[in-house]
């Protein structure tokens, strides 16, 4: 069932967008399945998790940090992380930098922009983002890399909500002139990438349903 969903999203992406496997909450066998496929690029929400997973499964994996970061635990993946897509602080940012350095590594980065209307989505505002790349303290982080920007559209069926969300985002990374949007989960990917997304992040489409939320 997997590797027959991962074959049907993958025909749906257009050339230029990049698919990050969400497998929070499932077993190693699944990843492997996924693998197995040709699937490579993997996101996970939970530091010790991904470390666990890292750990069981082949090297050539690039591993995404997609949830909500807690700067003291950057340290526990700092080794081998590819991409993080949710700093949401500078206190991060200094953080992801520190431990990068002491592995000898540049750690790729997005910011994440706050698009949805709901309180509760982490995120810089589009002001705070522009701040931060221009900042000269940011010019010092050495061993951080920031290639894009990352947004959660509202948690809604409404397209045409979630279009204008997709959309403020798109512009803003265009003036931005950076590498990578990752916007598009799996009730809203085509959508997203309809409104310029490059990265896609696709659980449950891929894997099935969780049974809890994560
Ligand atoms: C869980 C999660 C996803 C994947 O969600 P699905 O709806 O299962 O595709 C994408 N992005 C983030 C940040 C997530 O936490």
Redesign the pocket.
Known sequence: MISKNLKHIKSTLPENVTL?A?S?TKPISDIQEAYNAGQRIF?E?KIQEMVDKFDALPKDIEWHM??HLQSNKVKYMAHFVNLI??VDKFKTLKEINKQAKKHNRVINCLLQAKIAKEETKFGFTFGEIESILASEETSELKNINIIGL?G?ATFTENKEQLTEEFLSLKNFFDIQKLQTLSMG???D?LLAIKNGSTMV???????G??NYN?
């Open positions: 990050v969400v929070k996101g929400n997609i949830g897509h949710g990352m959660m989960m799996s009730g990917y992040r696709v659980g449950s489409s891929i894997f349903h969780r994560h």
